[in-house]
């Protein structure tokens, strides 16, 4: 079995923004096969989605940045272009004008939070608090075991998080990126559905009218992991 080189370096550090506020939304796993489903919806004038990403695991810069590639074709073909912010703890005193977080964590913080989901859970969404989370041990873990690029799987399960985000309750679909068990044994990129696409067009074309987010980075606190009574469920 070929294992993949280990992304993470350095120590995790704590850099959160928010509370976590109830209504998340877990991803897990399913190693089935399956097809990657093109999204045909171009537009003439994109809307601009800002990501602030927390890199909390330390992942490389590079293997990071693939993996926001990986992501940002997936939202290209709804129509909507992407801008991505990476900070780290050093950045604990900035402030940034986003739409969305998404925090990687790992380590104890990611055993946590995955203590409180499912065995196959990879990442979670709140869409009350504008904020995903990755868990990136079992995204590492489970691109070994499948042989799999861990950048590619990386940005699957964020841009599954994200569109939770920008999709409404229950979104989850049969097909493409949405599906609520993801095929962890493929390694083609999968996308939203025509019908998906159209919503998340409005929805950020909706975020340019007056909603703006200005985010100050804080020490993370146990009260913002997800409790006992957050409702999940497993993608």
Known sequence: MQVLGNPLHGRARSVITTAL???VVALSTIATAGEALGQEAPVTSPSVLRLLVVN????RASMLQASEEDAEA???ATGVQTRWANVTA???SSDYAIDFIVIIVSG???RLMAARQGDNVLGLASRESGIAWVLYDRVADNAAIHCVPFRRLLGQVIAHEVGHLLLPANSHSDHGIMQRRLNTRSSLREYFTAAQA???????ASLRCGQHITCALQPLVPSMLPSDGTQ???R
């Open 21 to 23: 506020i109830p209504g």
């Open 56 to 59: 909390r695991a330390h992942v």
């Open 74 to 76: 997936i939202y290209e």
């Open 90 to 92: 050093t950045d604990a």
């Open 108 to 110: 104890t913080e990611s």
């Open 198 to 204: 159209e919503m998340i067009r409005q929805h950020v």
């Open 232 to 234: 999940a469920t497993s």
